[in-house]
């Protein structure tokens, strides 16, 4: 395989900030690279050099001649009185298509990305529809390249299926960047980690998430044992040094010159293995022994006249691991707030223990005073904030959460969505809780901070109920779920992989074959009707059951032209999508036919 793009000693810093130097990386023919890192390391800046929006400070990148990039950005923005479809051919007719082209492949597109209606207006569609829409505008020009930021974002669980079957069945090169463990798992073919613990800058291996962070445990052992194996060359030479006159001989001032490459050597690799990526998280406990936290009994909850749970019974208690699943809209937080006690079911028992103390993490973080300073929503009483029984100062506890000192005066309206996250998170390992009550947890979180989440998560010995469209946290964490369908009705399930396979199907639903339609009856014969000839009356008799046939086949075609297996074969989409005109075509002219017939054989 060719190289596409090669990256070569590549530097970038804002400021006084430095978000990476020295880093290597090719992006290689057929690649479906997976680009992780802890937050701030440069991720999406080195995505928009790749798609030359932003220019390296030194370095070079090298492109192979008349490559062709897409760029998808986090949040995807559109004029939003415009169409789909007139987005879709906009982005062909900007790829220097034509305009019959451009059409062509822009519904080709829309359809693979599942969209049935083309007129629908953009200022209609939810994030994760605008999301897809991107992907179909993007693909439009056809591009060899297809760059992705965060592209899970915003997606409810259906749309996070549909786009790991579009990237497992692409027939050209991409690159992503995502902090969605499981997204990862199931989709990249390579991993590529950011990070200033390595000398390239980057550390790149061939396989899966799970085969990469075995890569990295290798690569870290390594290194540490060549930081102790330096350490003790160090000390040797040092003594060595110490002992010896000022006088020396030339390979006496060799070693010496060793001895100083080995210090360069030496401190190179210790500072490597300084920076530290780590959230130190762990959520304080009030150990109530109560059985029953949150007890509901057949309780009944609506939103409006929208049944979101009906006869629900369930009983809370420590230790418990709950998971609470369903696509956008379905409820999941009015549930929490209900379990929060700050809306009420209209019908059953919801019965909390005295005295519960419950935490709870919001996914909208209103509790957030945006022009509060950062110092003053951690501590706003003081310097110092109460961490079980111990005193922590207000600087001490903002570095466990990745936070530097200059920063404790920033607005949290300044902070970062994974700095507010982390804001978050902090207030609530101060609570001494029963219950955490978790929406969103992980949005904006890098996986560093994910897997430190998941351990604290782990060892609380309290109740959790997770709300988070992160699969790898919640197969971890939760032991018990509840699927809810937007209509009232739940189900429990044992494990995430039991609900995604119901969803799935239904999702998916296998159509039932096409019934032959009765024709409406007719009024009764008169007494004369004109006369077909031989050759019309014989098509006028079989034309309802040649119809039928020819339904059939172009809900056929219609239904292999929306398999996701096939939504990134472009040139088997160019192909279907004429079938399907051509057959569409062929019906309507039947149609016309039979009304023609018809009206030969009306009364006179």
Not at 75 to 84: D, G, I, L, N
Not at 230 to 246: A, D, H, V
Not at 509 to 521: G, I, L, S
């Amino acid at each position: 395989m060719s190289v596409l793009v090669s990256c070569r000693d590549l530097a970038k810093s804002f400021g006084v900030e430095t978000l990476f130097e020295h880093l290597n990386l090719n992006v290689i023919e057929g690649d479906r690279l997976g680009l992780i890192g802890p937050n701030g390391v440069g991720k999406s800046t080195l995505l928009k050099i790749l798609a030359g929006q932003e220019t390296p400070d030194s370095g070079e990148v090298v492109f192979r001649r008349h490559l062709r990039l897409a760029k998808i950005d986090q949040v995807s923005r559109f004029p939003e009185t415009a169409s789909v479809l007139e987005i879709a051919v906009a982005a062909g007719r900007d790829a220097g298509l034509d305009e019959n082209e451009a059409l062509i492949q822009a519904q080709i597109h829309l359809s693979m990305a599942e969209f049935e209606n083309f007129d629908v207006k953009v200022a209609t569609l939810s994030g994760g529809w605008k999301k897809r829409l991107a992907i179909a505008a993007a693909r439009v020009a056809d591009p060899q390249v297809l760059l992705l930021d965060e592209p899970t974002n915003h997606l409810d669980i259906e749309g996070i299926l549909w786009l790991e079957a579009f990237l497992r069945q692409a027939d050209f090169t991409w690159v992503l960047i995502s902090h969605d463990r499981f997204f990862l798992e199931r989709t990249v073919k390579r991993v590529a980690e950011i990070s200033p613990i390595y000398e390239d800058g980057v550390l790149s291996h061939e396989g899966g998430y799970g085969d990469f962070l075995n890569q990295k445990a290798a690569v870290l052992e390594a290194r540490t044992k060549l930081e102790e194996s330096l350490s003790n060359k160090l000390r040797r030479e040092t003594e060595w040094l110490s002992r010896q006159p000022k006088a020396r001989t030339t390979k006496a001032k060799y070693r010496v010159d060793a001895a100083h490459q080995l210090m360069e050597n030496y401190q190179e690799v210790k500072a490597r293995g300084r920076f530290s990526d780590r959230v130190q998280m762990d959520f304080s406990a009030s150990d109530r022994k109560t059985k029953k936290l949150i007890e509901a009994k057949e309780v009944r909850f609506l939103r409006g006249d929208k049944v979101i749970l009906d006869k629900f019974d369930w009983v809370l208690s420590p230790g418990a691991r709950l998971g609470i699943l369903g696509g956008n809209g379905t409820g999941k937080t009015s549930i929490l707030k209900m379990l929060l006690a700050e809306i009420q079911p209209q019908q059953g028992a919801l019965r909390h223990a005295a005295q519960l103390e419950v935490a709870y993490f919001d996914q909208n973080r209103e509790r957030l005073n945006p022009e509060e300073s950062l110092k003053n929503a951690i501590s706003p009483t003081g310097d110092s904030v109460m961490f079980g029984d111990r005193s922590v100062h207000v600087v001490t506890w903002a570095r466990r959460f990745r936070f530097k000192n200059e920063q404790l005066e920033t607005p949290v309206r300044l902070l970062s969505g994974g700095e507010q996250a982390r804001l978050l998170l902090s207030r609530l390992m101060l609570i001494k809780a029963d219950v955490l009550l978790l929406d969103e947890p992980t949005n904006d979180l890098d996986i560093p901070a994910l897997e430190e989440l998941e351990a604290a998560l782990g060892a609380f010995p309290g109740a959790v109920v997770l709300v988070s469209h992160d699969r790898y946290l919640l197969s971890r964490v939760c032991d018990q779920y509840i699927g809810l369908n937007g209509g009232g009705t739940w189900a429990r399930y044992g494990d995430y992989e039991q609900w995604e396979r119901e969803l799935s199907k239904q999702l998916r639903p296998e159509k039932p074959k096409k019934e032959a339609t009765p024709v409406k009856a007719a009024a009764p014969k008169p007494a004369k009707r004109k006369k077909l000839s031989y050759k019309d009356q014989r098509e006028y008799d079989g034309m309802e059951e040649r119809i039928l046939e020819e339904e059939a086949e172009l809900e056929s075609l219609q239904t292999e032209m929306a398999d996701p297996a096939n939504a990134a074969n472009s040139a088997l989409l160019a192909e279907l999508y004429e079938k399907v005109a051509v057959q569409q075509k062929k019906v309507e002219t039947m149609y016309e036919r039979w009304s023609e017939l018809e009206a030969m054989v009306a009364p006179e």
